[in-house]
């Protein structure tokens, strides 16, 4: 891998530099990179000489005067620049060896890298952690991680993540507290395996390392039609009632949504999640979403009638359904929520992140409407592309359906202002 130049920003120094895509970055200084946290770092000057390899082989060498902390602008296809560390785990509760073949190449890489940690919030078990790696952390001060804890009971997480290296867990953990270094932790719940004693036995140990956790969140396991054997369990509405209770003696543990769905619980208050700092785990997606809902001005009426359908998924139902009774008081304006069933993945899948095009199409095509409303999140980032390839331009020409593609999950601002729009003889 290079540090090759995906885009560049528009009036940015890469901009007059001529610098384009497909263009490497060779080095700061003379320095060569090996990720995003060296780029940072080595453009923190005034003046700085770069190397630049063009698409057609040429080297040009370009010296530059800048402000301190200013950014040249480059966007890079990677934040790694070279090899991705990888998952050396065989973790019993994997979600990628719980997928069948023929799906996005993406879904099935299994990185367990400390700088993708850092950079963009991925999950890491720090069974692959080395002496350098934590020298490098400690020089660039970096952090905060996310670190994949799972159990500390060492011989239970040997177990679960089926490496001998995943013992060492508190040893690593120790290590980020000596050094001041932040984390995030997460917790994946197997019932019968790290749920009960053994999680109380977890947030006892996480809770003894301070302020360097910073957050915990338990997630429940995810267990598809694909996965073979029978060594774990789906969360039951009983587990579910015992984990929130367990969490809900210590210091800044949160489950996430799911767990209140199945106890059949109300979604906490914005007071439960503090800061929403694992929102990405679905930690209190559902009370992010209400609460920007709550915020945004409706219109009393509309010009003329639209009707909506809301595709969504089983976890979002009532969240969305509390949205549609709301957008339901609009004269002229009618909208139904309609789960999504994962036929594909299974009935223990109930986000909207694993819908795929065929279970959407099941779902929407016989129904009466002016849009469809679908998550972003059920597409590829940057692209009309669902999990099994199936892009939504098709899926248009097979149901004759219009969308309205939410890109924001914690926001519906994007709906509301389409329904003012709307509302002025647009659409």
Not at 71 to 94: Q, T
Not at 110 to 118: M, N, P, Q
Not at 305 to 334: C, R
């Amino acid at each position: 891998m290079a540090a090759i130049v995906s885009s560049v920003e528009k009036g940015s120094i890469a901009e007059e530099l001529e610098i384009e895509q497909g263009d490497e970055l060779v080095s700061i200084d003379g320095q060569k990179m090996l990720d995003m946290i060296d780029y940072g770092f080595y453009c923190k000057s005034e003046f700085l000489t770069i190397e630049i390899k063009k698409k057609n082989g040429e080297i040009e060498e370009i010296e530059l005067e800048k402000d301190y902390d200013e950014d040249l602008g480059i966007i890079f296809e990677s934040a790694v620049f070279d090899r991705i560390k990888p998952c050396l785990n065989n973790c019993i509760f994997c979600f990628v060896d719980q997928q069948p073949k023929g799906l996005r190449d993406t879904l099935y890489i299994k990185d367990d890298d400390y700088r993708l940690s850092y950079l963009q919030g991925t999950y890491i078990t720090l069974t692959n952690f080395k002496e350098e790696d934590k020298q490098r952390i400690s020089r660039m001060h970096l952090g905060p991680f996310y670190v994949s804890v799972h159990a500390t009971n060492p011989d239970l997480r040997v177990k679960m993540l089926r490496n001998p290296n995943a013992g060492k867990i508190m040893e690593h953990l120790k290590w980020f507290k000596d050094n001041e270094i932040p984390f995030h932790a997460q917790i994946v719940l197997c019932p019968d395996i790290n749920d009960g004693a053994e999680l109380e036995r977890t947030l006892t140990d996480l809770t003894s390392l301070g302020d360097c956790v910073l957050s915990v969140a338990i997630v429940p396991v995810g267990i598809t039609q694909f996965r073979e054997g029978n060594i774990l369990k789906p969360v039951t509405p009983e587990v579910a009632e015992q984990t929130i209770e367990i969490a809900s003696k210590y210091k800044k543990v949160c489950c996430s949504d799911e767990f209140f769905l199945l106890a059949n619980r109300q979604i906490p208050s914005c007071e439960y999640y503090g800061n929403f700092s694992q929102l990405d785990d679905g930690v209190g997606a559902i009370r992010a979403l209400l609460e920007d809902f709550d915020g945004l001005k409706l219109p009393e009426t509309l010009s003329k009638p639209l009707k909506l359908v809301f595709a969504t998924s089983y976890a979002g139902k009532d969240a969305i359904s509390y949205v549609s009774e709301k957008l339901n008081k609009i004269d002229n304006l009618q909208s139904v929520v309609l789960p999504v069933k994962s036929n594909y993945w299974g009935q223990n899948i109930t986000v909207a992140g694993l819908i795929t095009s065929e279970d959407l199409i099941s779902t929407i095509k016989d129904v009466e409407c002016d849009y469809v409303i679908v998550p972003g999140v059920m597409l590829k980032p940057y692209s009309d592309s669902f999990l099994d390839g199936q892009t939504l331009t098709k899926v248009k020409e097979i149901t004759g359906k219009s969308f309205i593609v939410i890109n924001n999950q914690y926001s519906l601002k994007e709906l509301v202002d389409f329904i003012n729009y709307y509302n002025t003889g647009n659409q």
